[in-house]
């Protein structure tokens, strides 16, 4: 069946812009993650949503990043003012249930501020 | 505080040979710890899991091996193929929903 989609694959924006990132989780997933990934190193936890709330944004780095999932399924990471470190591949994930079970990832949306 | 890391950044072994790539995590809360490989421009992809209340499980070529004792965590591929070279991370779980990923290893497969 098909996979977590990220669309899109590249974003190259400028500094200060506004950029939407999306992702589709596999059908019937209930859990969705946002996680950031540097170069070099491990993908970081942004958000969790189970549902359509957000069950633990604790890992956004500040109020420009704000994630949504008003139906339960699809969900876009918005990002305001970007700056040069935003930059990073945003990795979108999906879950079964969340509680204890192993994530299934997209390929990422590499997103470039210039 | 919550941390995951990894003993190697990177790994070389000759084809056909066994690998083993080791972890260290820090929170004793932890009961859920997953191995993931990435590809280069892929996301992570799920190879093994294993709970706390066990200290070994076994794959398709793939063992995980848990020492809760010592927070130490291991994942071994037998006959190790070109194919297995990636950035290993392992990640793990505290209270059920968040996942916490390390640095990561490369695993290098000379032919």
Redesign the interface.
């Known amino acids: 069946g098909a996979g977590?989609s990220q669309t899109p694959s590249n974003k190259v924006t400028e500094k200060g812009k506004y950029v939407e990132l999306r992702c589709d989780p596999i059908s019937g997933h209930t859990?969705l993650?946002w996680?950031r990934q540097s170069l070099?190193?491990?993908?970081?936890?942004l958000i969790?949503f189970?549902g359509t709330g957000a069950?633990?944004d604790s890992g956004l780095p500040n109020d420009r990043f704000f994630a949504v999932r008003p139906e339960g399924s699809v969900s876009t990471l918005k990002i305001q003012r970007t700056e040069r470190g935003d930059s990073a591949v945003y990795?979108c994930?999906s879950s079964f249930t969340?509680?204890?079970s192993?994530?299934?990832?997209?390929?990422?949306t590499r997103l470039t501020v210039t | 505080g919550e941390s995951?890391g990894l003993h190697l950044p990177t790994l070389s072994v000759q084809e056909g040979d066994n690998s083993i790539i080791n972890c260290a995590y820090s929170n004793s809360a932890s009961?859920?710890f997953?191995w993931?490989k990435q590809e280069s421009?892929?996301?992570?992809?799920?190879i093994i899991?294993i709970?706390s209340n066990m200290d070994k499980r076994q794959g398709q070529r793939v063992t995980v091996l848990l020492n809760k004792t010592v927070k130490h965590l291991s994942l071994q591929i037998a006959a190790t193929q070109p194919g297995d070279s990636a950035v290993y991370?392992c990640?793990e779980?505290t209270g059920?929903?968040?996942?916490?990923?390390?640095?990561?290893t490369r695993l290098f497969v000379k032919a």
């Open positions: 977590v859990a993650y996680y070099g190193q491990g993908p970081e936890f969790y189970q069950a633990d990795l994930a969340g509680d204890n192993p994530l299934h990832f997209g390929n990422g | 995951v009961d859920y997953i993931y421009g892929k996301g992570p992809q799920f899991d709970r991370f990640a779980n059920g929903f968040k996942t916490i990923f390390g640095a990561g």
